[in-house]
């Protein structure tokens, strides 16, 4: 299959129409032409995708195999993305809901550097879900964050990232806030003796995000947040290469439809070299039911193509009564994100923070 | 309105139910918390989003308008959408609409550079539509493809651009392929006198981009096609900045889902510095109405926050037969595209890009 890869599509058309359909789709994303219009005998050989196969899905759909030529995608995350759904993205009848790639095609992205195991290294939390929370509202000066960071820290949080809204505000420019956080996350471990970590927000072009880069390494935070869907999947595969610590990515316009979110959040932001991936967690803010989570989190852990495994990072909305819940269904090599219903405490949130690393640390022991 | 715009959803929520929905979009698209956790009173005042108005809608839904803080967006165009919708395109029950600035936030991102009048100029083409056609099937190589812009060029087609699926294939690599195209591009308006313009597809990283775009400017095009929602939009803010030629946009990976296309292909791409939007013409292989067509000519190009003007480009499935079809609704503003219903001439190719120069040429007086 080294020449080729499976784009797989839930398709909706009626019997007698769907193969007609898929063979439109299988032209729409190769060579963009009627087949009586390619008249160069490679290109119809090894150039025009290929339907696999077409099978009845349980939704009434169908579920449409197809194979595209590895040379169109140029082992490069943009170009695949646009090959496995570029047109077919404006239209409404197809939703892309897998891929199946051999480990020679997904070594040339290279998938997570750190992966779990990174995770547990930085952390020092070896054999339990991780947490995690958001420094936010966006809005609030580089002391008032860090401040936040090092409550955090003192509680014994795990990692600590950026709201994904905080990118480079005058309330709180990227270089006199990462600094300031990382600081006091620095006080707050030699205090406690923990390894909390610091994951900044990197968002704007390739050259801002390698500027925010030097500022995080220079002051030593110890992992990157990105959301590959706003910055483009092409700096979330530069940013693998060089960031040199665990990347965090976040979901943000990652829903924006007929993409299946265990296929974007899950395997193709591994692919492309994602640690953990966020996703909205069945029950909270968001729509995304129990199963579609648990596919998120299979997608982005389980072994594929020869890739190390990611971190699924439950998200949006989750409280710490929920906790026990959320660590049994997700399982110990996850990320638990608490937010809003942490700060939402108040004066009381150092406590309620400590409750939550609590229930983290009861809750987990490997399966 | 300087420190705040405006963003336009359109909401699915009963009567009742609107006005939690419409104040939940507006936290969830600023400080992603419950107003109730939010203690700071600088940040409650000015970084809080405020609902400006609720109206039904005709369709049922309503017309929820959001004032963002102008300061979360950074004037960056990632982290504009973003705060626009990052979030939100995780929710069903909301499509991103349309937005409200003013001219100061446009100025902040430049919009095209070159716009309605740079491709004037480009091709000499005053007073008419422009014509457009495609490079393609991929997987041809560089001397085939060149020879094929020969072709075009020889016809009169104004612009010549690449499939948008030809990235840096090992069949055409761009440093071979986009000098050959150039060249035969070249031959052609020498022997006849015409202008035709060559427009190379840039993707990959932005790093990539750069080194795409010295080599179309050492061999002379004086075009550039980007994806947006492939490359990022920060991509696209820096090749307006720096390509000193017009920029045509491509639609792949626009349809996904819940920005409307009049809003994202047409104001945002024009914002962030397209000359020029490509969209599925209605009546061709995709479901775009005619009236969402002519919403994104209008937002393309009609008078907006004193940017320049970008073409809309119809394409998508255009026959030659539709040119006076399409020519009167779209006027004379505009850039016909057509790909495959000309490569299906096979022999025939000249003659019928021929054909659709006349037929434009002839449709195409000023309004």
Redesign the interface.
């Known amino acids: 299959m080294t020449d080729r890869l499976i784009a797989v599509y839930a398709v909706r058309a009626d019997v007698a129409g769907v193969d007609a359909r898929a063979e439109?789709l299988a032209l729409?994303q190769?060579?963009?032409?009627?087949l009586?219009?390619?008249?160069?005998a490679?290109?119809r050989r090894?150039?025009?995708a290929r339907v696999e196969s077409i099978a009845a899905r349980a939704d009434g759909r169908h579920t449409v195999r197809v194979a595209l030529?590895r040379?169109?995608t140029?082992d490069?995350p943009?170009?695949l993305?646009?090959?496995l759904?570029?047109?077919?993205?404006?239209?409404?009848d197809v939703e892309l809901v897998d891929i199946e790639i051999d480990a020679a095609l997904a070594s040339a992205y290279g998938g997570p550097r750190h992966g779990v195991r990174g995770w547990r290294e930085a952390t020092g939390a070896l054999d339990r879900p991780l947490t995690c929370s958001?420094l936010?509202?966006?809005?609030?000066g580089p002391d008032?964050l860090a401040d936040l960071a090092g409550v955090y820290a003192r509680a014994g949080i795990d990692v600590v990232k950026d709201?994904?809204?905080l990118?480079?505000?005058?309330?709180a420019p990227y270089a006199a806030r990462v600094p300031a956080v990382q600081a006091a996350i620095d006080d707050a471990n030699r205090a406690t003796g923990g390894r909390t970590v610091y994951a900044p927000n990197l968002?704007?072009?390739?050259?801002?995000i390698r500027a925010q880069l030097r500022v995080a390494r220079d002051c030593g935070a110890r992992a990157a947040l990105i959301?590959p869907m706003?910055?483009?999947?092409?700096?979330l595969?530069?940013v693998a290469r060089e960031a040199g610590v665990p990347i965090l990515a976040h979901?943000?316009?990652?829903?924006?439809?007929?993409?299946a979110p265990p296929l974007l959040c899950g395997r193709l932001f591994r692919l492309f070299g994602a640690d953990a991936t966020i996703y909205?967690y069945a029950g909270g803010?968001?729509?995304?039911s129990a199963s579609t989570c648990a596919a998120i989190a299979s997608a982005a852990r389980d072994p594929w193509a020869g890739l190390a495994p990611a971190l699924p990072v439950p998200a949006?909305g989750m409280s710490v009564e929920r906790v026990p819940e959320v660590a049994r269904a997700v399982g110990p090599d996850a990320m638990l994100l608490i937010?809003?219903s942490l700060?939402?405490a108040?004066a009381g949130l150092e406590a309620r923070c400590r409750a939550f690393v609590t229930a983290v640390h009861a809750a987990g022991a490997p399966r």
């Open positions: 439109a729409e190769s060579v963009e032409l009627p009586a219009a390619v008249f160069d490679r290109v090894e150039v025009v030529a040379e169109t140029g490069e943009g170009q993305l646009n090959m759904f570029g047109n077919s993205s404006l239209h409404d958001a936010k509202p966006q809005g609030l008032a709201d994904h809204g990118a480079n505000p005058p309330s968002t704007g072009s390739l050259d801002a959301a706003v910055s483009g999947v092409a700096s595969a530069v979901p943000a316009l990652a829903g924006l439809g007929r993409m909205p803010r968001f729509g995304y949006g937010g809003g700060l939402a108040g």
